[in-house]
């Protein structure tokens, strides 16, 4: 074997081997190629890709920010010389690529061979039986400690590990062939890895700690996606013994247009004028300003509408001028919220920076850099609408590269697969090291994402990362979480001031904003049919009210959608003069036309006049919405607030009768009771099930929110927050109510569901405190990631659908994503029929689904 593992040492070692020069070593067999294109016809020579990777992970690693959160992984500075050779492992991690099986890729048909992926092949060359590899230069790499684990880290750069083969299939994966030396092509990389990392013959890299290890494993991902795009690594097929410095050339070049590498000055000091034209910040805002800079997990609670958004861009401001972070990721619940976000985003780019970085809107199926929207071409480039080839874009094309992006603004989803075992999990959370993480609105209602985004978190910090978290809504059990703080008292936690800011020294309370009070009468309404709701909803429209209605399922919505329609059409959201609604089940662009009309019909400057917009939890958060009177389905107080947060958000004129701030709340004609036995509309559980299933399923602190609302008719927000929250999420109140009611087992259910859901996050979560190798010497591999990104409340498989496919508004679409649950037994690649009309007709392997204004419909009829 190349390498001989020492059980006892932990250690590689070898006998022999020997050491040749670069100069006047030529090969008469066919070249060994690392990228190829036009089916073998263009290539870029095996050496020459190594060696772009390899510029492209030591420019990384020279800029402050990679550096220092790659020294806070390794836990002490790192020397020049560890870094190359750090760099001389990346030059390797193609090694596999040596292989014919491989090669043959790009071979002309005939030859004979079984085709082999490279990062298999890279374990069975470290399998041969030889002593004299990569021209004597495995002498000094077998010196190195650890080299198991760093073949593991080497072999990972697709995005996840990949398991060891057996290693009798070494000498079939790499037989002597005429026309191809895989044993000469090895001794010119191995003669370059000499000539250009001398470093390696007297020095080692760092020791594989796990922590760097994985650090390492996204620093090479990033580095070889770089590295591997041939507008900027041109091809050279014929092995060049200066390409080196081409390489590093590139790559510093690379590095810097793509926004990888130090950020743009500000336009001038991190001060409020920086933020806003307005004279002076408000006292949320003031409070986070008034933060040092050394603080690096922040916790602002208050109100929504309280400028939280500006107090984040403030705080990106001050850490950038202090050189503590050099990017941001904004995370919001919703892609409504973060489309809408996104445009604030970038006007506010354009106010900080001279030259403003373009703000990337994360949400998977879309390239949008700033105003630019992109789409994709069959050759993985994309062509943007404006014309515009902006190397910058580079982090928008795909959706594992969005946390590597200067400015990205998208959902919480992609900062959670961050810290799970799935694909580019290391390229993300190392990508998102250099950055300032904001996550808006969390709170307890999904203890899975609760423990998910937890785990990331923690690993960000421990890079030495900043985060930033914001909530108008957070139980003391969630926050206590949050700050690894044991479980405290209902009294005392309800007595704490509200608004707050927590930080490192404890709570700092924020001064109440007197432009941000505002009354809002509550009222509980006997039956929450699609009827009920409508009827509520026409009324008040046609006294001029703007009518937010949310819904817990998409079918209740479409049931509302269908009684409004049938009573007052024009009432109703339209997009090009066609009544909808607003819910995930829409093709990415229609979805893209929703958001739009519904900030126009009831967002901030929205005009006068009589109006109802019906959706899901698509509307509950994050956006800047101003409705007039708000009628929601019962739900917890955490979301409930949430939702009232989009009524009567600015001061604006109202028509008569809804000058103070309503909310109706929806609840079953026959109780709550029914719930801890069958689901409805979301709530409860399902009888007799194995576990517990529904959007909410805590009966009791459904209740508790239930018995708010007709306890206290008149909200006094946010004064009162902080005491509604804790009464109807904190444990100790919640058991008060399970007694009171004789929900005690279900309340025991309900318990032990979150602590299954967060066991199971748990065994899903990417421990980067763990070893890549196991004891036994297997990889340690990731499950399979489909369940776990089901888990997470991604779509199922996206329909690629026949070119000129007319959407619901009249606009062409190209994909349509199913609900995981519609999407069993479906890869994706099937063939899509589409019948045209209003609403079409999509047909895919041996189902149908109706799309229109109403979404996609599973058949003829709705779906929950």
Not at 426 to 454: F, N
Request: aromatic share 6%; glycine share 8%.
């Amino acid at each position: 074997m190349i390498f001989q593992q020492d059980a006892h040492k932990n250690s590689l070692q070898i006998s022999c081997g020997i050491q040749m020069t670069l100069s006047g070593f030529v090969t008469d067999s066919r070249s060994a190629w690392g990228k190829s294109a036009a089916r073998g016809a263009e290539t870029h020579h095996l050496v020459h890709h190594s060696a772009d990777v390899a510029a492209v992970f030591l420019t990384l690693l020279d800029q402050p920010h990679w550096r220092a959160r790659a020294e806070a992984a390794v836990g002490r500075v790192l020397s020049a010389h560890e870094m190359r050779c750090l760099g001389a492992l990346v030059f390797l991690h193609d090694i596999g690529k040596l292989a014919p099986g491989f090669q043959a890729k790009a071979w002309p048909e005939g030859h004979g061979l079984t085709l082999r992926g490279h990062l298999e092949c890279g374990w069975l060359w470290a399998n041969l039986p030889r002593q004299d590899a990569l021209a004597g230069a495995i002498v000094h790499l077998a010196r190195w400690p650890g080299m198991g684990e760093w073949l593991a880290a080497l072999f990972a750069h697709h995005g996840r590990p990949v398991p060891k083969p057996g290693s009798g299939k070494a000498s079939e994966a790499f037989p002597l062939l005429p026309g191809y030396d895989w044993q000469a092509e090895e001794a010119v990389l191995g003669k370059a890895l000499l000539h250009w990392f001398p470093e390696i013959a007297t020095a080692a890299p760092p020791p594989p700690a796990p922590t760097f290890l994985h650090f390492f494993c996204g620093l090479l991902t990033l580095a070889d996606w770089v590295g591997s795009d041939r507008r900027a690594f041109p091809f050279e097929a014929q092995f060049r013994p200066n390409y080196w410095q081409t390489a590093q050339e590139r790559a510093e070049a690379r590095v810097a247009a793509i926004e990888l590498g130090s950020s743009p000055p500000l336009r001038g000091p991190a001060g409020w004028g920086l933020i806003s034209d307005y004279p002076a910040p408000r006292p949320a805002q003031q409070a986070l300003g008034a933060l040092p800079t050394e603080e690096r997990l922040i916790l602002l609670e208050a109100e929504t509408g309280a400028g939280k958004t500006e107090a984040a861009l403030w705080r990106f401001a001050a850490l950038l001028e202090a050189g503590e972070v050099d990017a941001l990721y904004f995370a919001v619940p919703t892609r409504a919220a973060a489309r809408q976000l996104h445009s604030r985003i970038n006007l506010a780019l354009r106010r900080m920076f001279d030259v403003a970085p373009e703000a990337v809107l994360a949400i998977p199926g879309q390239a949008v850099a700033g105003e630019a929207v992109g789409t994709r071409l069959p050759d993985f480039n994309v062509l943007w609408d404006d014309g515009e080839k902006n190397p910058a874009r580079w982090a928008a094309e795909h959706s594992a590269r969005y946390l590597a992006a200067r400015v990205a603004v998208g959902t919480v989803d992609q900062v959670a697969l961050g810290g799970l075992q799935v694909k580019f999990a290391h390229l993300r959370g190392t990508a998102l090291s250099r950055a300032l993480l904001v996550i808006d609105e969390v709170h307890a209602s999904d203890p899975y994402m609760t423990e998910t985004q937890g785990a990331l978190v923690r690993s960000h910090l421990a890079l030495g990362g900043h985060v930033l978290l914001m909530s108008a809504t957070l139980g003391a059990a969630a926050r206590r979480k949050w700050r690894s703080e044991p479980q405290g008292d209902l009294a005392a936690d309800a007595a704490l001031p509200y608004p707050a800011v927590w930080t490192s020294w404890g709570l700092h309370p924020v001064v109440a904003d007197p432009d941000g009070a505002k009354t809002v009468q509550v009222t509980a309404h006997d039956g929450w049919s699609g009827a009920d709701a409508a009827q509520l909803a026409i009324e008040a429209a046609r006294h001029g009210a703007r009518v937010l209605v949310i819904r817990n399922t998409v079918a209740r919505a479409q049931e509302t959608f269908a009684a409004c329609r049938d009573h007052a059409p024009d009432l109703l959201l339209a997009v090009n003069e066609i009544p909808t609604l607003h819910h995930s089940r829409f093709a990415v662009e229609d979805r893209a036309l929703l958001d739009d009309a519904v900030e126009r019909a009831i967002g901030k400057v929205s005009p006068l006049g009589g109006r109802i917009v019906i959706g899901t939890q698509t509307l509950e958060q994050s956006l800047d919405l101003c409705a007039d009177l708000l009628i929601t389905d019962l739900c917890p107080m955490d979301v409930l607030l949430q939702r009232i947060g989009r009524l009567h958000r600015h001061r604006r004129p109202r028509p008569d009768g809804f000058a103070a701030a309503r909310a109706v709340i929806l609840r079953p004609e026959d109780g709550l009771d029914p719930l801890t036995h069958r689901a409805d509309n979301g709530l409860g559980a399902f009888e007799n099930g194995p576990s517990l299933s529904g959007v909410y399923v805590d009966v009791p602190g459904l209740a508790a929110t239930l018995d708010q609302i007709i306890e206290h008719p008149v909200w006094q927000i946010p004064a009162m927050n902080r005491a509604l929250v804790e009464a109807a999420t904190h444990p100790q109140a919640l058991e008060r109510i399970a007694e009171a009611h004789g929900w005690q087992s279900y309340r025991m259910r309900v318990t032990g569901k979150a602590l299954a859901e967060m066991q199971t996050a748990g065994l899903c979560v990417l421990d980067r405190a763990a070893p890549m190798l196991m004891p036994n010497g297997r990889v340690r591999c990731f499950p399979d990631d489909e369940n776990i990104r089901t888990r997470l409340g991604e779509s199922g498989v996206v329909l690629t659908l026949p070119e000129s496919t007319v959407g619901a508004f009249g606009r062409p679409i190209t994909r349509l994503a199913l609900p995981a649950h519609w999407s069993r037994g479906l890869t994706g690649d099937e063939i899509v029929s589409v019948t045209p009309g209003q609403p079409v007709t999509i047909t895919v392997s041996d189902r149908a689904f109706i799309y229109g204004p109403e979404g996609l419909r599973q058949g003829g009829g709705n779906d929950a």
